[in-house]
């Protein structure tokens, strides 16, 4: 067998995608398995972007693109960021990617070199670590306590720093806890990387599934200063439902885009020309679908949250935003006998046919994620599943 590079040889896959491809094992050999697991919302892509992309095939839009995107979707990225958020941005300090995770894989390939640190606050999404040692980087983990609601204190961010410190990841509304940090605390952690010169990764992925009073804030709205040190990652997948579609973009420093746009014209050329026209009307159309997908995700919120915090041995901080629930599940494991979560996710799997991501995956090991992204009807089974396996174990 050729040997593979040592770049791949530490290679974690993700938990996520593992449990979801076991999940649908079970299901092919006919259990009624309900999967917990998923990254994405159930809903269907809204039609008139579906009615765009099949549009831009019929006129011919089938053919490559400027590596970094077409203009006319950039253009809608920088409207976008007007709106919603005040930045403004030129079409020059904007990348359009092939989703916002081959974004944050390229802007480490082109900040990172051997031995630089990353900051990674826990919980964290399972990709973070993995791209930052892809490009030779060190990942350095920042404990998120669950009493402070999984964020990081301002003096954890200082502690952490060395010289070798090269930007600092932010993910708010943060998969895996939903947790959203605020105007205030994102300032305190800002000031922190100005002072030091760090690079700000702000992930914002689940901006726009956000609940009850809170507020999704961009740490690059704080001040220019701040907006000069944030490169943005966001995108159309949860948003709009397109995950599978492929279309995320950075925005931020000219030169740190300009690079990341020569690297991807020799790895893909460009974003999928069709999608990049259905991202077009995903951000001119009617935004009515994303506010009716986001209501929708705040009910199922509200009704499972209440139902998983009756179960024995579950604790669970409520979530803020995104679509995941991530409750503690320490003792509901150590109740039914099991010496880990991961363990416990296990046998909830094989014997309950409830299919959760285990925390271990996101630097969370007394914890378990459940998405919500799934019907009302499904989620209540799969709640009701858990309570009677945890009061058979009980017995
Ligand atoms: C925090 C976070 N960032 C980025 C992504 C990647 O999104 P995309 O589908 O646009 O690549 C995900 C998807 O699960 C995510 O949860």
């Known amino acids: 067998m050729m040997k593979l ?12 995608l593992a449990i979801t491809a076991k999940a649908k094992e079970l299901k092919a050999a006919g259990h009624d398995v309900i999967g917990l697991g998923a990254g994405e919302p159930d809903f269907n892509t809204p039609q008139h972007i579906i009615d765009a992309a099949v549009k831009s ?16 979707l950039k253009s809608e990225i920088v409207k976008k960021f007007q709106q919603d958020q005040n930045l403004h941005y030129e079409p020059s300090e904007i990348i359009v990617c092939v989703g916002a995770k081959h974004a944050l894989y390229t802007l480490f390939q082109v900040i990172l070199d051997e031995g630089d ?3 990674i606050p826990t919980p964290y999404w399972v990709s973070y670590p993995e791209q930052v040692k892809l490009a030779g980087g060190v990942p350095v983990y920042v404990e998120g306590l669950e009493e402070n609601e999984f ?41 922190i990387c100005l002072e030091h010169d760090i690079l700000i990764v702000s992930d914002e992925i689940y901006e726009k599934l956000v609940y009850g ?3 999704h804030v961009s740490i690059a709205q704080l001040s220019p200063e701040l907006k000069a040190q944030t490169i943005i990652i966001n995108g159309v997948s949860k948003s709009h439902s397109m995950t599978g579609w492929r279309i995320g973009y950075a925005a931020g420093n000219k030169e740190i885009v300009q690079a990341m746009t020569d690297l991807a014209s020799h790895s893909t050329s460009n974003p999928t020309s069709i999608a990049q026209y259905a991202a077009i009307a995903a951000y001119n159309g009617p935004q009515e679908p994303v506010k009716q997908m986001r209501q929708a995700f705040e009910e199922r919120l509200n009704i499972i949250y209440e139902k998983l915090i009756q179960i024995p041995g579950f604790t669970c901080v409520k979530p803020q ?18 010496s880990s979560v ?25 914890n378990v994620r459940l998405s919500y992204a799934t ?15 945890m009061e058979q174990k009980m017995k």
Do not use: C
């Open 5 to 16: 590079a040592k770049r791949v040889s530490s290679l974690t896959p993700s938990t996520t």
């Open 57 to 72: 095939m019929n006129e011919g839009h089938t053919k490559y693109t400027p590596s970094g995107g077409l203009a006319s």
């Open 117 to 119: 640190e990353v900051i």
């Open 151 to 191: 964020k990081i204190t301002p003096e954890q961010l200082k502690s952490a720093i060395t010289e070798r410190t090269k930007a600092v990841i932010i993910n708010s509304p943060s998969n895996p806890t939903g947790m959203i940090y605020t105007e205030d605390e994102l300032k305190a952690l800002g000031d």
């Open 213 to 215: 009073d809170n507020k």
């Open 321 to 338: 935003g995104a679509f995941y629930l991530f409750p503690n599940a320490r003792q509901a494991a150590l109740m039914a006998s099991y």
């Open 342 to 366: 991961d363990e416990f996710v296990e046998a909830l799997l094989e014997e309950a046919k409830v299919a959760l991501v285990p925390g271990s995956g996101f630097g969370a090991p007394d």
């Open 375 to 389: 019907s009302l009807d499904v989620l209540e089974k799969a709640i009701e599943r858990i309570k009677q396996f």
